[in-house]
């Protein structure tokens, strides 16, 4: 089966039992903690994708880490993933769970690019400017990246605003190579 589908699959599912267990936010806050673990941990993550590695191994570990820090709900269903050996798609599962999550409850996320670190007030304005401009709820993701050298590229769903001082030195740089010709 694609792998995109398995994603989906278990995403909706885990989506729909949530829903109907009344537990929605819990397990978001669950498999945005899973969903950083295996980014910060990488050898959690090569761990659990290890085909030498027995599942019963792997449900262990993970009963071990997570057993206090996610609701029942959301371990059953990692030990699930584990049991029918979907572990390795879990990060493409989280994503999906993450993205019906905002779906549903009408969020829509926004990624900023910046050369240095938002400090928190410039972050909570443009919180509330994305918020008052698109009418619902955002999710601000913030990403630094030094290669821009200034300024910022703001993504929002399928629109991107690059106001980077790298963009504007290539269209500077475009626009004399034009002029010269």
Not at 52 to 74: A, D, M, R
Not at 89 to 118: C, N
């Amino acid at each position: 089966m694609n792998q995109s589908k398995i994603s989906v699959r278990y995403a909706k599912a885990l989506f729909q039992l949530a829903l109907e267990k009344d537990q929605l936010d819990d397990v978001r806050k669950d498999i945005l903690l899973v969903s950083e673990s295996l980014k910060e941990y990488e050898q959690l993550r090569l761990y659990l994708k290890s085909p030498v590695v027995k599942s019963s191994q792997k449900y262990n570990l993970i009963k071990e880490i997570f057993k206090n820090s996610v609701k029942e709900i959301s371990l059953n269903f990692l030990g699930l993933l584990v049991q029918n050996k979907r572990e390795n798609h879990l990060e493409d599962i989280s994503r999906q769970f993450l993205d019906v999550y905002s779906k549903y409850k009408g969020i829509k996320p926004a990624l900023i690019t910046t050369a240095v670190p938002l400090d928190d007030s410039i972050r909570q304005n443009l919180y509330k400017l994305l918020s008052s401009v698109y009418k619902t709820e955002i999710d601000l993701i913030t990403h630094q990246d030094a290669s821009i050298l200034g300024g910022f590229i703001l993504k929002i769903g399928d629109q991107q605003y690059d106001a980077s001082v790298a963009n504007g030195l290539r269209r500077m740089k475009t626009a004399l190579l034009n002029e010269s010709v």
